[in-house]
């Protein structure tokens, strides 16, 4: 398995049925990234593009994914940023700090999707968050979803 610190991007109508490992492949058109995935172990990375999942930015000659790519469903559980076109690889989670994180997206996705917020009444979000917070051990200030 050959670890990679770089990607190529390359945009596309449609994702190839044969991924070519070290490139990034960007549909705007169906709003997804795609790419093996950067530990070597050849799963296929499927980032969508959407208000609660992945954003991408194009500066005109490099491409970055925000957030961090967290493969828990892989055997790897591999974990990394892509920013300009390089790999920035992150430090591993724990199982805790895994489903804090999927709690994480979940909350976001209510949120966002949920009229008026309904899902949070009575403090439900703050309490959930502070949750979060907590086992990815990040500051209380950090941006909510």
């Known amino acids: 398995m050959i670890r990679r610190e770089t990607l190529t991007h390359r945009f596309v109508e449609t994702v190839p049925d044969a991924l070519e490992d070290g490139v990034l492949y960007v549909s705007t058109k169906y709003a997804t990234a795609v790419h093996c995935c950067c530990c070597g172990c050849g799963q296929e990375v499927v980032t969508p593009f959407s208000p609660t999942d992945w954003r991408m930015t194009f500066d005109g000659e490099t491409l970055?994914?925000?957030?961090?790519?967290?493969?828990?469903?892989?055997?790897?559980?591999?974990?990394?940023?892509?920013?300009?076109?390089?790999?920035?690889?992150?430090?591993?989670?724990?199982?805790?700090?895994?489903?804090?994180?999927?709690?994480?997206?979940?909350?976001?996705?209510?949120?966002?999707?949920?009229?008026?917020?309904?899902?949070?009444?009575?403090?439900?979000?703050?309490?959930?968050?502070?949750?979060?917070?907590?086992?990815?051990?990040?500051?209380?200030?950090?941006?909510?979803?």
């Open 64 to 145: 970055s994914l925000s957030p961090s790519i967290g493969n828990w469903s892989f055997p790897c559980r591999s974990h990394y940023w892509i920013e300009r076109d390089q790999v920035r690889w992150a430090r591993r989670w724990s199982a805790e700090q895994i489903r804090a994180g999927r709690d994480a997206d979940r909350i976001a996705k209510d949120r966002y999707y949920t009229p008026d917020g309904r899902a949070f009444r009575g403090g439900g979000f703050r309490r959930a968050w502070s949750r979060v917070l907590r086992l990815l051990r990040l500051p209380q200030r950090a941006r909510r979803p």
